[in-house]
């Protein structure tokens, strides 16, 4: 089940985005969330924007992630590559899971998709399990872009054939 992150899902959210790192660092990411961020700041910006959701399974969460309308200004400016469409677009980002269920991004997307045309995100170039599932979603490789503390990330965006 998807829902809506409440305010007492939020230590649970942050113990996700512990595993979330544990798990980029076990599997050659190791710079990508460094300690402390995704913030609880952040987490409840998600919140108060109506944009963060969690994945529960048995009533227990599992995965989180925010899903927010663009445009989002780190998606400004992409480099090596293109946006494939110009039209109104929503985000994915501080997509995470706990590893405990399989297929959870795969669940996470569909959920975004049944309810945008145009979807965009980004994942570290290191975080190659995020990029396959990012690819096996169906979104398409666009380009690099920059995050708001100036690190790179490669970009992918998705859109729904007519």
Not at 74 to 99: F, K, M, N, T
Request: net charge negative; glycine share 8%; proline share 5%.
């Amino acid at each position: 089940m998807i829902r809506k992150t409440l305010d007492t899902d939020i230590p649970a959210v942050m113990a996700i985005y512990d595993a979330a790192r544990a798990f980029m660092r076990a599997h050659g990411n190791a710079t990508q969330w460094p300690e402390g961020t995704p913030s609880a700041e952040q987490l409840a910006a998600d919140i108060a924007a109506d944009g963060s959701y969690v994945c529960e399974v048995d009533g227990r969460v599992v995965a989180t992630f925010a899903f927010l309308p663009g445009p989002d200004e780190c998606y400004d400016v992409i480099e090596d590559g293109q946006w494939r469409s110009d039209a109104p677009y929503a985000v994915l980002h501080r997509v995470a899971s706990d590893g405990t269920v399989h297929g959870i991004a795969a669940a996470m997307f569909a959920f975004a998709k049944e309810r945008a045309d145009h979807l965009r995100i980004d994942t570290h170039q290191d975080n190659l399990p995020m990029q396959g599932a990012i690819a096996k979603a169906g979104f398409k490789r666009a380009g690099i872009v920059y995050v708001s503390d100036g690190t790179p990330r490669v970009a992918f965006d998705w859109l729904r054939e007519a």
